[in-house]
């Protein structure tokens, strides 16, 4: 991938050349030009078309969004019902991610969502233990983050 992003910047720099016009708009004009190139040239590259892991990331950016928004609604219900009837609760995510950083990112998405909270990953970081506002089902919320959160973690990193 890294290699991909340097020839795509030596073909937009060699298009300003070409172009004689030393302007962002011809560097950005080589630039898809470049990925235009890269997309064509993908079966004599040895790595994954680069421009796949950022539309992937750009995906992972809005599925933060909408559950941040969807948990921000779901918070809002249960502090202005009349009666407070929640179920607090900590629960335990078994993970499949491997890496730190890949840790470090679930925990962080999962704590910037409004009624969760990352609380610890465990030794053999397996599990991540998380607290949440109102639990109901932990199955349910344990499936819910493995199908949002951590598939496109794994998307984006794998």
């Known amino acids: 991938m890294p290699l991909q992003i340097v020839f795509n910047l030596i073909i937009a720099i060699m298009w300003m050349f070409l172009q004689e016009d030393y302007t962002f708009t011809q560097f950005f004009v080589g630039y898809v030009v470049g990925i235009f190139l890269l997309l064509i040239m993908q079966r004599f590259i040895p790595d994954t078309f680069y421009m796949k892991r950022v539309f992937r990331i750009i995906k992972l950016i809005f599925l933060f969004v909408k559950e941040l928004i969807l948990s921000n609604i779901n918070i809002l219900k249960l502090v202005y019902k009349p009666k407070l009837n929640f179920q607090p609760g900590i629960f335990a995510l078994p993970t499949d991610l491997k890496s730190n950083w890949e840790i470090t990112l679930l925990a962080n998405l999962i704590s910037l969502t ?5 609380i610890a990953v465990s030794h053999d970081h397996a599990y991540l233990y998380i607290h949440a506002m109102d639990i109901p089902d932990a199955e349910e919320e344990i ?6 959160f951590e598939k496109a973690i794994l998307e984006v990193t794998r």
């Open 143 to 148: 499936n819910s983050i493995k199908e949002t």
């Open 114 to 118: 409004p009624g969760t909270l990352s």
